[in-house]
């Protein structure tokens, strides 16, 4: 009998022994060749989409390019691929995103007023939203000469953005000049890609919309609305005006045409009726007695048949006043020859 059973003390579980399953080396050795095998494989061999070219870093340091297609490479992370999309358009949002595209688009509802907040040239404010699209033309330069090159483009264009519009009004920026505006931030944006050696060709910038702040939005539509009214009245008188001025100045060129015309016309007849006095003169100094007896029977010829009472006498009658009653309204003076 042991002490503890002596003094009562129960006697100790005895642990089970563990048979440990006797491991073959063989196996062993057969799991790490496939496994080093499969790592080999994969570690070897990498596939460039048609759209992407591959940049080759053996340890760290760039050493080829290669085209789309199955390639391979030393295993074991001795060489690395980047794999950058030079035949896709990309894009950098400003003072929005975009959540979800297609025909219904989605939008973030959070304000990006960092971005879109502008000072125009006359000291307005205006929030400007806009997209740049681009292509990755050179993938060396995009990936090795600027350090975080795609925040540094977004900084470029936010910048180019800022300088061209503090150089409008902000209506040349919301209104007229928002072609110009777009085309000339692509310029100044693609001159700055290329001194800063990014190898990216701008494509094109397109103001997605382009407000005035949301606290004095009613304030400024309400401006807008006036000088619509204004420009319609304007255009309302001037349309007036091109209508009555033409008028006025075409009654005005017939009244003096109608002038000239009656004034040569006077000028005419006048030199005419001289002409036919001097004739008649001369006619009348080769023929007194003649002419003035034609005289006078073309001058009655012309009044007699505007008289309505005639009475023809002998002219060797006397004493007929007496014996003829001439009062108006008398009957012998009416029915009278």
């Known amino acids: 009998m042991s002490d503890e059973q002596k003094f009562g003390e129960p006697p100790r579980p005895q642990m089970p022994e563990i048979k440990l399953p006797q491991v073959n080396g063989k196996m062993v050795r057969l799991g790490i060749g496939v496994l080093l095998a499969l790592i080999l494989v994969f570690t070897s061999f ?6 992407e070219t591959g940049l080759v870093l053996r340890f760290g340091q760039y050493v080829r390019a290669t085209p789309p297609g199955l390639h391979f490479k030393l295993p074991f992370g001795v060489e690395r691929v980047l794999k950058v999309p030079i035949q896709r358009q990309l894009k950098e949002e400003f003072g929005f995103r975009t959540l ?10 959070k304000p990006y007023a960092e971005e879109s907040s502008m000072l125009t040239g006359d000291l307005n404010a205006a929030s400007v939203e806009w997209v740049v699209q681009y292509r990755i033309v050179n993938p060396y330069k995009f990936l090795f000469q600027v350090r975080n090159v795609e925040e540094t483009f977004r900084d ?5 953005m800022r300088r061209i519009v503090g150089d409008r009004t902000v209506n040349e920026v919301l209104t007229i000049g928002r072609a110009e505006v777009a085309r000339m ?7 700055l890609c290329d001194k800063y050696e990014t190898g990216i060709k701008v494509d094109q910038v397109v103001l997605q919309d382009v407000n005035p702040p949301d606290p004095v939005k009613s304030s400024f539509n309400e401006v807008n609305e ?6 319609k009245m304007i255009n309302q008188a001037q349309s007036e005006y091109n209508r009555e001025i033409p008028k006025a100045e075409g009654a005005a060129l017939q009244t003096v045409q109608e002038a000239e015309g009656y004034a040569l016309d006077r000028v005419n007849r006048a030199q005419g009726d001289a002409a036919l006095f001097n004739a008649m003169y001369g006619a009348y100094a080769l023929a007194p007695e003649v002419t003035r007896t034609r005289i ?5 010829t012309e009044i007699l048949p505007h008289v309505e009472n005639k009475i023809i006498v002998d002219s060797d009658l006397k004493g007929l006043v007496p014996l003829l009653n001439l009062s108006e309204g008398s009957p012998t003076a009416k029915g009278g020859k």
């Open 46 to 51: 990498y596939t460039i989409d048609p759209e």
């Open 100 to 109: 979800r595209s297609g025909v219904q688009s989605q939008y973030s509802t």
């Open 156 to 160: 470029m264009s936010e910048a180019v």
């Open 185 to 191: 931030v692509s310029e100044g944006l693609q001159e």
């Open 226 to 231: 006036a000088e619509q009214e204004m420009e």
């Open 296 to 300: 006078y029977l073309e001058t009655m």
